[in-house]
């Protein structure tokens, strides 16, 4: 490890649940803001929402795939330490790391099906 090694963290991290009781999470897409403890899911939507219940703090967006075409999306909140009105500013700050994951995983699967191509 050296005199160089440092404990720190990112400040956006995915929850995996994957442990000896199996894969809690499995198919779900729950992102962390470290620093202020916030947790938010991201769920694909359609035309109808698939929340109705009010008392949940959620926030829907546009993703522009690499095909062009917009896929509509659900950020909600689980959890987080901070007051509603930061609480706002994290979540676009959820939503731009999200998108920038689904950039990398869109262009991972180009690069995959380029080299089976080939």
Known sequence: MGNDFALTLPEW????????LGDMLEGR????????YTLVEFFPIGEDPIFENQDIKMKSFLYRNIFGENEKH??????????????????DMAIEFYKQYMDWED??????EASKEN
Not at 13 to 20: E, I, M, T, V, Y
Not at 107 to 112: A, D, K, Q, T, V
């Open 13 to 20: 991290a995915f929850l995996d649940g994957n442990s000896h």
């Open 29 to 36: 897409n729950v992102l962390q803001h470290l620093l202020s």
């Open 74 to 91: 659900l950020l909600i909140v689980h959890f987080s330490l901070i007051e509603d009105t930061e609480l706002e500013e994290i979540e």
């Open 107 to 112: 262009n991972s699967l180009l690069i995959e």
